[in-house]
């Protein structure tokens, strides 16, 4: 299936010191991106609170982050604030870009034959996110006659796969409130604890050496007969009463169906029941995460 995917800002990174910039910006190891690499990653505020987590992808002669397209208003000035020192520009070319997912049984089969050995395509790049899902970054006008073969899916249904996979995507209404490890970028790959120094290092550092963070994102799945807004609050069943328990990060929702995401406390008994404040006929339960939750 193939999803054009509209929500999706891209900010591009040229220039002869953009990799080691970026170093020092974000959570990832840039340094070890070769032409065609890509890895998850985030970019932090000096107390180590997310302005965004993104997919980071080496073009070669550029560095791309994709990212939530709500937040770049706030990021991506904090993103440029120093790159005035260092040869390298930093700018949102979101409409150079196709943005797409890809995702079904026998990807990897299909990628493998568009691309052979290595991820560089028709000037753009396929971007993998998970099993049998990719992203996919296509300059705009280029076409692919595969890709008019294959069958479309909603931006809603990608949206869903994404969650269902563990994945973060946080919205400008979380900017500056969580740590790096609250959305798991650690259990995919999206943090080094050996690159050295870059914004945020010493609180993300913290919490994982000394055991300084309690929270981590969940996949929560149920029934909501109203519609579910990202940041609504969750509240967890306690006996007869309900507590606040977190927000919704990232949902996807068909008729009464619903499957979200949410940073919640790590201690939480695997059958504890939630609900969608002001929706007390909705009922949520927690998700295995396909992937080790490790610190």
Known sequence: ????????????????????????????????LNPGDATAGGHCDSKGKLWASFWLANLGEQLLLVLNRSLVARQLPELKKFAVFADTEVEDVSSQWQVFGLAGE??????????????????????????????????QGAELPELSELPRGSEQEWQGLMIHAGLPDMSAEHQGEYIPQMLNLQAIGGISFTKGCYMGQETVARAKYRGANKKAMFVLTGTASDGIAVNQDLELQLGDNWRRAGTVLSV????????????LNKDLESDA???????????????????????
């Open 273 to 295: 029941v939630f609900r969608i404040k002001g929706q007390d006929d909705s009922r949520l339960s927690l998700q295995p995460l396909p992937y080790k939750l490790v610190d």
């Open 106 to 139: 026998g990807l990897s089969h299909w990628l493998n034959h568009q691309l052979g050995d290595g991820n560089l395509l028709q000037g753009g790049i396929v971007i993998p996110v998970a099993a049998e899902h990719a992203l996919l970054l296509l300059p």
């Open 1 to 32: 299936m193939l999803y054009p995917l509209t929500d999706r800002a891209v900010i591009g990174l040229t220039g002869a010191d953009r990799t080691k910039y970026l170093q020092g910006q974000v959570t990832c190891d840039v340094n070890q």
């Open 252 to 263: 996807w929702q068909q008729g009464e169906e619903c499957l979200l995401t949410a940073v």
